[in-house]
Every structure is written in C-alpha cells, then in structure tokens.
C-alpha cells in the first residue's frame, strides 16, 4: 500500500537550517546568522520577532517553577543527544538473524523499553534532512570514558551548515502516548512537564534501541527532539504508524494526536510495514477543529498546498512559535482537542473503527465530539500536588521554554 501523502513532484531534501527550531536558535549577529539571513532577508524580521520571545524567556536563571519543572524532562535529554549516545561503531562479527524474526526482536525490545506503537520502514532519503541545522554541535572532542567514548569516525554534521550523510536501509519509528490530564492543563507548566518527560522518555529508548543494535554489528543511529537528521513524521507514517494530519502531526488510530516521536536508523535488515490508510484525508478535510480552536490561527482552514513537492497542510511554524512566546509555553492544545485523541476506552476505539471506515459519517462525529467534549478548549487545572501551596492553577507561564519542543511535527 501507498502511504497516503500525495507526491507531486521532486521531493527536495529538507535543510535543516531553515526549521524555525534552527532559526531562532541563531545568535543574533554571529557569522551563522549573518550567512543566513543574507541568504534569507524576507526570514529577517519574523526570526528577529521569534529570538526576541525566546531572549526575554532565558533572561534570567531566577528560581521558578516553570523552571523547575521544564529542566525535568529538558534538561536530561540533552545528555543523550551526545554523538556517542545516539550512534557508534558497530560490534565485529555481527550475528545471524532472519530479518521476520529481527523486526519481533526490536518491536518486542522497544515496546517493552518503553514505546507504545512501532513500525518498521525502509528509510528514504527524502526524509533526511540536507545540512544540519539546529544545536547541539560537535566538534572533535576528545574520548573521556566513560563520560563519553569519542566521536563515531562517520558522524557527519558536526557543526551548523554541515551535510548530513546517512545511508542506513530502515527505519524503526517510535511513538510514545502523553498524559492527557497533564496535556489538559496547558499551555503552561503542567504540559510542559509531560511534554518533557515524554520526549526523554522517547530519546532514551531510541539510544537504547541504537545501542542494542550496534551490539548485535549492525550500523544504527538514533534520531530524537535533540538530535536529529531524519523527518520523523513521514517516516512514521511510512511506517504504518498513522496518516499525516492537517495539523501537521502523525494521527494515529488508537491515540490521535497524542503522541511524540523519534526513530532508530539501521542496517539490521529488517522486515518491513505497510503503510496504513484509516480515513485521516477525508476526516481532516471536514472537521477542522484543530484550526478552529488554534490560538494563533497557525493550522489553515482551506485546502491542501504544494510543499517540497508533497500536498498537505501546511501549518504556520511561525505563527505557532510565536503563540508558544506569548504564553510562555508550549501550546498543544490542537494535540488535545482532535476527535481522535482520547483515552484508548473500549469505546473510543470503537468510535475510532467506525471514523475510519465510514468517510460520511465525519460531521456527525464531529458535532458528537464537539457536544461531549465541547467545541472550545478548555484548559484545566494543573494538579494540586504541582504547587507546594496546594493551590493547583492555570497556565503558570513562567515556563523558560526555550522554543525547542520541537519537531513531532513537519
Ligand atoms: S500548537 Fe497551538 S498554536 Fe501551534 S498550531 Fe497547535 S494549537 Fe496552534
Ligand atoms: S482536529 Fe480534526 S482536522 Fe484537526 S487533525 Fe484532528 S481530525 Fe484532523
């Protein structure tokens, strides 16, 4: 089966340099932004806008509980974004296996690491990113084991503008559910918390996985929010995790929106997953309530457009980050109020059958959601054990994001 995203043309290789990630990360007047921005002049004054958000966010290294809570997650995970964590020599002499039986092997691993859908793909290189973008950078650092065994000898894209060389055969896409309790009660403290939490919980089972690999003498790379050189959205649905959706994220059948990604790149031969097709087109071409409930009008309304040589969506990443400033954190509230983004209940996955089966019963589901669930998002209360005061509350926005709870989306 064919994935369901529409090609149209020459699917050009994404530079990572032009994430909105890569470019407010920019310092401004250093030689990168410069070059940048010279190439780029129209970018000028939204990134100028986006930096100036983020600027003001790190300011300060006062004590804070948005702080406190976004270092949970945030501040763990760069440690696994080190080159020796994500990827490495393999072993000598690798072992034997049947590619049937090695793809059991590594979706029994992973889900029992931690992962809670996987799926297998061989990797196309439309998916890997051109030239490396976004920090953190390396340069030849010396070995301090066991702190760090030393820069694997094929580790390209070292520093920022560097081309990224990856030739690995498959794929392995993993996604990880968030609580919806927490997701909830943002944009705010309490969302920023799961966020966190979930993407180190996705980093470090993708190093896991890698690592395990590369045991068994197969090349594996694992690719996570601080350390990627693949797109991990259409590879997971390339991978048969769900369908590309308008707002922009990979919609799973069993979670929705809900979920956060990252991947393994490898030699192991594997055998590989069919892409899936569960009605995502027809539905997010008539329930919009993503779009109607973006604070930042940032998820379109209208048709589909040409992008890179693919027809979707097209979300505005900018519009969407600069919210994320405003509010002090990172918005998810189009996670939280899709259809398909509820508790896996019986009957929610009862509902989710009939969705993707029956492409003419979309409005009815839709208006059932919005009487059940209402039309607008309503933002709950963070848990009362969040505050030392027993005083649960909204939206604490003195989250210190720093515009990098990125990339489960493209
Ligand atoms: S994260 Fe928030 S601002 Fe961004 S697209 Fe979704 S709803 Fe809109
Ligand atoms: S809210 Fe509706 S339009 Fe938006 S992603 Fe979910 S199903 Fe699609």
Not at 230 to 244: Q, R, T, W
Not at 290 to 304: E, L, M, S, V, Y
Request: glycine share 8%; hydrophobic share 40%.
């Amino acid at each position: 089966m064919k994935p369901t995203y529409e090609v149209v043309g020459k699917i050009e290789r994404f530079d990572e340099r032009d994430t909105v990630f890569a470019r407010e990360a920019l310092i401004a007047g250093s030689e990168e932004e410069r070059l940048y921005h010279e190439q780029n002049p129209h970018l000028r004054e939204i990134d100028e806008r986006i930096r100036k958000f983020i600027d003001e966010k790190l300011a300060t290294d006062r004590a804070s509980w948005g702080r406190a809570y976004y270092q949970v997650g945030f501040r763990t995970l760069a440690y696994l974004a080190l080159p020796d964590c994500v990827d490495g020599e393999p072993a000598p002499d690798a072992i034997k296996i049947d590619p049937k039986r090695a793809s059991l092997l590594v979706k029994g691993l992973a889900s029992h690491l931690g992962a809670d859908v996987v799926g297998i793909t061989r990797l196309k290189q439309e998916w890997v990113y051109s030239h490396r973008g976004t920090r953190p950078f390396f340069a030849d650092q010396p070995p301090n084991p066991p702190l760090f065994e030393g820069m694997p000898d094929h580790y390209t894209g070292r520093l920022w503008g560097d081309p990224i060389h990856l030739e690995h055969q498959y794929a392995i896409a993993l996604a990880f559910t968030q609580d919806l309790r927490f997701m909830k009660a943002g944009p705010g403290v309490a969302s920023d918390l799961e966020v966190g939490k979930v993407y180190a919980r996705s980093a470090l089972v993708a190093c896991q996985l890698a690592s395990f690999i590369r045991a068994l003498g197969f090349a594996a790379r694992a690719h996570h929010v601080r350390n990627y050189y693949v797109l991990v959205v259409p590879i997971a649905v390339d991978a048969g995790l769900g369908e590309l959706s308008r707002a922009g994220y990979l919609l799973n059948k069993t979670y929705g929106l809900n979920l956060r990604l990252s991947c393994v790149t490898t030699d192991l031969p594997l055998k590989v997953d069919e892409p899936i097709d569960i009605g995502v087109q027809e539905f997010c071409s008539k329930c919009l309530k993503c779009a109607r409930n973006c604070p930042a009008g940032a998820i379109p309304t209208g048709d589909k457009t040409i992008v890179r040589g693919i027809r979707k969506w097209r979300v505005d990443a900018e519009r969407c980050l600069l919210y994320w400033g405003r509010v002090g954190a990172a918005c998810q509230i189009c996670q939280v109020v899709c259809p398909w983004s509820k508790p896996p209940t019986y009957f929610h996955r009862a509902v989710a059958n009939i969705a993707s089966k029956f492409g003419g019963l979309t409005k009815f589901l839709v208006k059932a959601d919005d009487l059940f669930y209402g039309t607008k998002y309503k933002q709950v209360s963070e848990p009362l054990w969040m505050h030392p005061d027993g005083e649960g509350g909204k939206s604490q926005s003195d989250s210190c994001f720093s515009g990098s709870l990125r990339a489960s989306r493209h």
